[in-house]
């Protein structure tokens, strides 16, 4: 060996032993383990002379693959990082939970605030920043908990051991990823919760008091989002396929389809029923304000979707990557196919339609995108504009009910869409948790049914459970909050725009 090479080789051992002097967590997306090797009970062998050179290996192969933390305490290499996040992990999520916020503030409150009539274009942003705020309250007190917790045992909630976040520090909670900060996990969980409700806004803009919405979204988050959220996401979850062995209903949703869009747009669809239409709707023109702040809005939701998505791996791995692949694909294609559609049907593609077939595409891939590959993806965008299309330009018509932005027609049928898709396109080729070798899917049989068929029964179920909780809990909220403060706003209050008269401000002054 030249000296060249063997200060190469130096530099590199330099590299990985100081890497792991820096206090460095596992997954909840391992992509080719699910959990820690088991320890075993016989002696301690003698330490060799290079222990401390094999542990630092085993460690570091186990923090770039993002499985378990090797060693078992038989080894002379036992693992000594255990507990503690890691760098890299920990930096992509920080940036995923920044961009999950984006999506709200600012890229939901312009998609949307350009849609509306600019009299209530305030109303709007507003609705949104209420949301972020009233939520991280909730989430800080007894949301992250109920979600995340364990401590009842429960497949509808989970427990009290995190309210007000005690004991939620930069250590790691291994029940959801070994390599990520506990605060850190629960910062981009809030950013979920945060969007959720904001998403209902689409379909009752200009036309529901201040007061009434947030005090329905209070309600909600507590009879809706917190329990489908634990069921879908929380360790002894109902519905969590991947990562609960005992689940009865062994479904799978990465980042959302049926916890985000799916209870957002069947609430929105039945609150605007419940609300009754705008002043004017059908006989006055309701054309958006500015396709300017829509464009613009609707590329900061694209470009946060990728915490959304991709993010939803909890890891900078294998499984993110292919998520982030999908979306991007999934996404491009709904906005180009709703644009042909347009320009066949209609004689032009207009802006408003891209957007629409965009968000679409995001909508329909989130419950799909770390389970499904590239030809999937497609396959979803094409049908995530076709399909909410029809609702869109057709059904909402036909039927007659006022959803302003199109929250049901793309969300909710989106949402629905995308997470039957899963059961039909799901492959184990991308995602290794949904084979054996995740413990949790050999248990309770995920894996064997997505070898074998049978996913998409498992899917319908959730479908169900889900429309089930949505429409019924928007009915009883609804009418709470109907009967103590009221709905709407007074019809003169309403003519005169929303900005004026639940903020005492105007977004333009002309």
């Known amino acids: 060996m030249t000296s060249r090479h063997l200060i190469k080789v130096r530099a590199l051992a330099a590299v990985a032993i100081a890497f792991f002097a820096i206090p460095i967590c596992t997954p909840a997306s391992a992509q080719d383990a699910a959990t820690p090797p088991p ?8 330490a060799a002379p290079d222990a401390s050179v094999e542990q630092r290996l085993a460690d570091l192969e186990s923090y770039f693959g993002n499985v378990g933390v090797g060693g078992t305490t038989d080894a002379p290499w036992t693992s000594k990082v255990a507990g503690v996040p890691g760098p890299g992990h920990n930096g992509w999520m920080m940036t995923c939970a920044a961009l999950v916020l984006f999506m709200t503030l600012p890229g939901l409150a312009l ?7 600019k009299k209530n274009v ?9 949301c972020a705020g009233m939520v991280t309250v909730i989430w800080w007190a007894v949301g992250y908990s109920l979600v995340f917790g364990k401590s009842f045992g429960s497949p509808y909630l989970g427990g009290t051991e995190f309210f007000f976040l005690k004991g939620v520090t930069s250590a790691p909670n291994t029940d959801y990823c070994y390599w990520v900060s506990q605060n850190v996990f629960a910062m981009y969980q809030l950013m979920f919760a945060i969007i959720t409700p904001a998403l209902i806004v689409g379909a009752i803009a200009e036309r529901m008091k201040f007061s009434a919405i947030m005090a329905f979204i209070f309600i909600w988050m507590f009879v809706i989002y917190i329990p489908m959220a634990h069921m879908i996401w929380g360790v002894t979850g109902l519905m969590n396929g991947v990562w609960n062995g005992d689940a009865k209903i062994t479904a799978i949703d990465f980042a959302g389809g049926t916890v985000v ?26 054309s958006p304000h500015s396709m300017v702040l829509c464009m613009v809005g609707t590329g900061m939701l694209w470009v946060g ?17 292919n998520a982030f692949m999908t979306t991007t694909l999934a996404a491009a294609t709904a906005g180009f196919v709703w644009a042909i559609i347009e320009k066949v049907l209609k004689g032009h593609a207009s802006i408003l ?11 329909v891939i989130t419950p799909a995108c770390g389970f499904v590959d590239a030809t999937g993806a497609m396959i979803i965008g094409v049908l995530a504009a076709i399909v909410p299309y029809i609702f869109v330009m057709y059904v ?23 997470a039957i898709l899963t059961g039909v396109l799901a492959t184990s080729t991308v995602n290794g948790n949904l084979t054996e070798v995740n413990t949790y899917a050999a248990k309770n049989g995920l894996a064997n ?20 909780i949505s429409i019924v809990g928007t009915v009883v909220i609804a009418m709470v909050v109907k009967v103590v403060i009221g709905l709407r706003p007074t019809p003169e209050s309403e003519t005169a725009g929303l900005d004026i008269t639940d903020h005492g401000e105007e977004g333009y002054d002309f």
Request: hydrophobic residues 50%; contains cysteine; charged residues 10%.
């Open 353 to 363: 339609g891209m957007c629409s077939g965009v968000v679409a595409g995001l909508v």
């Open 111 to 117: 998609f949307y605030g350009g849609l509306v009539r």
């Open 122 to 130: 305030l109303s709007v942003l507003a609705q949104c920043l209420g």
């Open 449 to 468: 049914i997505v070898a074998h068929g049978g996913l998409v029964g498992q899917q319908l179920i959730a479908v169900g459970i889900t429309l089930l």
């Open 305 to 321: 979707w990728y915490g959304f998505n991709a993010g939803s791996a909890l890891a900078a791995d294998g499984v993110s990557a």
């Open 396 to 418: 909402k018509g036909a039927i007659g009910y006022d959803d302003a932005l199109d929250t049901f027609g793309v969300h909710a049928v989106g949402g629905t869409l995308g």
């Open 261 to 286: 869009h799916m209870t957002s747009g069947w609430s929105a669809l039945v609150l605007c029923i419940i609300l009754g239409k705008r002043l004017g709707f059908g006989k006055e023109k309701m």
């Open 39 to 46: 320890a075993t009970e016989t002696a301690a062998a003698p």
